[in-house]
């Protein structure tokens, strides 16, 4: 019913910079809380920042100060700017949304996931 696309992952020297976006589409009624979570090699996958519906944001300790998380609701659409970049920055960074979509006349909620984009930071 919803696909998320990621976009923007890539190849940085440590100290570069980065902009994620993740582009939702489908039978959208409402977009409600999205987010990032990176999954490094051998690791669990793990929260890096979350965005409301109305523009409150959280981020994991790790990456506060660094990176930054945003949405344009007209759009569909998070961006993840993320500067500063670190080594241990590098994974598959997911994007996630809680979306209410249309289906048979009817509104469902339901937690949607991105196939991931690839950032690795060398040193």
């Known amino acids: 019913q919803v696909q998320l696309v990621e976009s923007g992952g890539g190849l940085v020297q440590a100290g570069g910079s980065l902009r994620l976006s993740c582009a939702a589409s489908?039978?959208?009624?409402?977009?409600?809380?999205m987010g990032w979570y990176r999954q490094a090699p051998g690791k669990q996958r793990e929260l890096v920042a979350t965005?409301?519906?109305?523009?409150?944001?959280n981020y994991v300790d790790s990456v506060m100060g660094r990176f930054t998380i945003s949405r344009d609701n007209g759009k569909n659409t998070v961006y993840l700017q993320m500067n500063s970049l670190k080594p241990e920055d590098t994974a598959v960074y997911y994007c996630?949304?809680?979306?209410?979509?249309?289906?048979?006349?009817?509104?469902?909620?339901?937690?949607?996931w991105g196939k991931g984009t690839l950032v690795t930071v060398s040193s």
């Open positions: 996630n949304a809680d979306v209410t979509y249309w289906r048979g006349g009817y509104t469902y909620t339901d937690d949607y």
């Open positions: 489908g039978r959208i009624f409402r977009i409600n809380a």
């Open positions: 965005i409301t519906s109305g523009g409150s944001t």
